[in-house]
């Protein structure tokens, strides 16, 4: 059989094989097939799922209205509507606490 070499950096599977690192974007494609199953092996699936795990997405949403409610508390301290940011940060403290359900986030 044939050694496989990246046509951009002239990589071949071998050095993949001995060094675990790819040279170039380009290697992706050359050895494609035989990075399927290393990749099925350390990530558990061989595709690009993003850097959001699938898993838990009400964590997203805690997250995302954290950071919406952060940045409104932080405006009411800047305009000195200090009743609001008050409010603001108790909301913020429940939330971080499990003690109020999730507030409605704008998509």
Same mark, same amino acid.
């Given at each position: 059989?044939?050694?496989?070499?990246?046509?951009?950096?002239?990589?071949?599977?071998?050095?993949?094989?001995?060094?675990?690192?790819?040279?170039?974007?380009?290697?992706?494609?050359?050895?494609?097939?035989?990075?399927?199953?290393?990749?099925?092996?350390?990530?558990?699936?061989?595709?690009?799922?993003?850097?959001?795990?699938?898993?838990?997405?009400?964590? &997203?949403?805690? *997250?995302?209205?954290? +950071?919406?409610?952060?940045? %409104?508390?932080?405006? @009411? $301290?800047?305009?000195?509507?200090?009743?609001?940011?008050?409010? &603001?940060?108790? *909301?913020?403290?429940? +939330?971080?606490?499990?003690? %109020?359900?999730?507030? @409605? $986030?704008?998509?």
């Amino acid at each position: 059989m044939s050694e496989s070499f990246c046509s951009q950096c002239g990589m071949s599977l071998s050095d993949f094989n001995d060094t675990g690192r790819l040279g170039c974007a380009g290697c992706y494609t050359a050895f494609r097939q035989e990075l399927i199953p290393v990749f099925k092996h350390v990530h558990g699936y061989a595709h690009h799922t993003g850097k959001i795990p699938v898993a838990d997405p009400q964590q &997203l949403e805690i *997250r995302t209205a954290l +950071i919406s409610l952060r940045r %409104e508390l932080k405006q @009411a $301290v800047a305009q000195e509507a200090f009743e609001q940011a008050a409010s &603001l940060r108790d *909301r913020i403290y429940d +939330i971080e606490h499990q003690k %109020e359900p999730l507030p @409605a $986030v704008p998509r």
